[in-house]
């Protein structure tokens, strides 16, 4: 990856990632989701094309076991991975199958308000929703166009974060409150990405102060996946769609 | 990496548990044991025991204030007249049945209005065909263009019905009416899907005498019999999606007849029969432990199988001309597009021969209404 020196702040901040060719932008970002804390976390991982099993997969490049699946009859590729331990099933994906994936901690957010007994019955047999993987592989041609419009989308979230009065960002609350912001931070090698309220920073830099990490909540995440799916459908792009293989409330039974 | 040691603190609790995956150890499909004639006895019914636990768990997953609206809906239902189109249905109206109104019904985007479009093309010749599509796309054009056209136009051993699309052009004002007129709670009162609204057959893995379920979508509020609808359907749906032996297609189940008609392959007679024999013991089951004896649903139910059936033919011809079917192939990498058609094909067939099997329930209860 291009090493950039940029300082925080700088006016060419966005510019500097923008120039990056695509062969040399091989970070994407894994939004991940954790069900038993509700909250979400972000991460920049090396990026890896599983060309054996569709051209255009791209996943962390950690990812092991991977192999296709059999079955279903919509034409969407599902296939086999372990991340971080975890045996996923992953879907590559367009709008339509992000909804769908993502379906899956709507409706475990919803348990957690209906019948218990019942509630139990369904988490018992259904997936949950792990995270979706964003390549700037997956951004095709338009891969300089990724971190504008992604950009938009996180600014369109954190508007909508800061207009409601419920949603604060897990973790992050006071420190950021007292300069009346609000801050996500992903931080992978050289490579930052930090998001705050009414503005977005993204820029490769140095981290010497070591890498930072910050999470958000179910109502904040959703906005984000929302708004990344209006690019899907007007792009037609697909990404990676993780979804966990256990039941994990049933296994601690 | 030092975010490793972060995911591992928050995956731990998962991976130590790494046996218990969703399935069991050997996880396979419902429709997989439909397909392989194990789907009978003691294993049907155990799967269909499991399934009613899952649809009590969902009854009871609604809130109280999400429940009820039957009284909203028959009035609307009122209103309807024969200017009314099914863009005009409202979205309370619409999730009474299952959504399948606009999707299917909508003059301009409704499902079968584009199938008769790709009817059209694939009539006047304007779509391009590789060799191997050439026979399915003929018969698609017959199948859904040709007016007047008869089943057994097409299929040796087919009844000289008409080809259901025609039949089917303004029957969602009979679904709607029908669905309406149920008295029971069962019937009428909403269930919270917990994204099950894809829960057939092909979604669930089935062992060890336990059901799992993937595949789910958006959660949502519907009545029990149109919630039915994938669960039902996929009992003749599933013949539709047998893989071939490579993986790489799906069974073709038809075969030319010497008289250069198509007939289902002797082994599809097989599995056709046995589905019939499976879906006959759920309905039963249905009517009687779920919805109480009410016996009208019955045909409710039937018809939105069929309804679904065409609507999922429908499905395949758009999946068909997404991947590049129809048009010159320029660098599209998908080869093999045809076993769309001849999905969409055995849709078509499968959802006459249900329309055929069961038209005196359909038929008893559309009678009955016009008597009233």
Sequence with gaps: MTKHNRPPGSQNEFQTLLEAPIDEVE????????????????????????????????????????????????????????????????????????????????????????????????????????????????????SQELWTILRQAILKWAKDEADSPHNSLHGSDHSLNKRNSRQISLCKGQTRVDVHTGSVRVFLEDCDSGPEQRVCGYDTLKVLVSCLRELQAKHFWKFSLAQVRYAFFSIEK | MKYVGLYSD?????????????????????SSLLISGELVGDTLHALIDQFFDVL??????????????????????????????????????????????????????????????????????????????????????????????????????????????????????????????????????????????????????????????????????????AFLTKFLMSFFHALGMEETSDGKSWVNRFVESTCHKLEITDATKVKLSSAYEAFDVALDRLVVEIFEGEEAVRGLLVKYVIVQLMSDAAFCLKRWQTKGGGSKSYDNHHTGLEKWLWRAIWDMYVATDVSHTYSEICLERETSERDQ
Excluded at chain 1, 72 to 95: D, R
Excluded at chain 2, 10 to 30: E, H, N, Y
Excluded at chain 2, 176 to 199: F, K, N, P, V, Y
């Design chain 2, 56 to 225: 009590r768990a969902l009854q009871e997953l609604a809130l109280p204030c999400e429940k009820n609206d039957i009284e909203t809906v028959r009035k609307e239902i009122d209103q309807i007249t024969d200017k009314t189109t099914a863009a005009d249905v409202s979205p309370l109206l619409d999730s009474f049945v299952g959504k399948a109104i606009r999707k299917n019904w909508h003059p301009i985007r409704g499902r079968l209005h584009i199938v008769r479009e790709i009817g059209f093309a694939l009539n006047e010749g304007s779509l391009v065909l590789t060799p191997k599509e050439e026979l399915p796309g003929k018969i698609l054009s017959v199948l859904v263009w040709k007016v007047r056209a008869r089943m057994s136009d097409i299929f040796a051993t087919a009844s000289v019905e008409e080809t259901l699309i025609f039949r089917m052009r303004n029957s969602w004002r009979g679904i709607l009416r029908h669905a309406a007129s149920l008295e029971g709670e069962a019937c009428t009162h909403r269930i919270w899907t917990c994204g099950l609204t894809d829960a057939g057959l092909h979604n669930m893995f089935f062992s060890d005498g336990r059901l799992w379920l993937f595949d789910l979508g958006e959660p949502s509020l519907q009545p029990l019999p």
């Design chain 2, 10 to 30: 928050t995956f731990c609790l998962v991976g130590r548990c790494s046996q218990s995956t969703i399935g069991g150890q050997k996880p396979r499909t419902a």
């Design chain 1, 27 to 142: 970070y994407g970002l894994w939004i991940a989701w954790n069900g038993r804390t509700g909250t979400a976390s972000f991460e920049l991982l090396p990026d890896k094309n599983l060309a054996n099993l569709h051209r255009n997969i791209h996943t962390p490049a950690c990812i092991g076991e991977t192999r296709l699946l059999k079955g279903g009859g919509s034409g969407t590729t599902v296939f086999a991975g372990e991340l971080f331990s975890e045996k996923l099933v992953w879907k590559h994906g367009g709008q339509k199958d992000t909804g769908e994936v993502f379906a899956l901690a709507e409706i475990e957010h919803e348990l957690l308000r209906r019948s218990a007994k019942a509630a139990d019955e369904l988490r018992s047999r259904i997936p949950c929703f792990r995270g979706v993987y964003l390549s700037p592989h997956h951004f095709r041609v338009r």
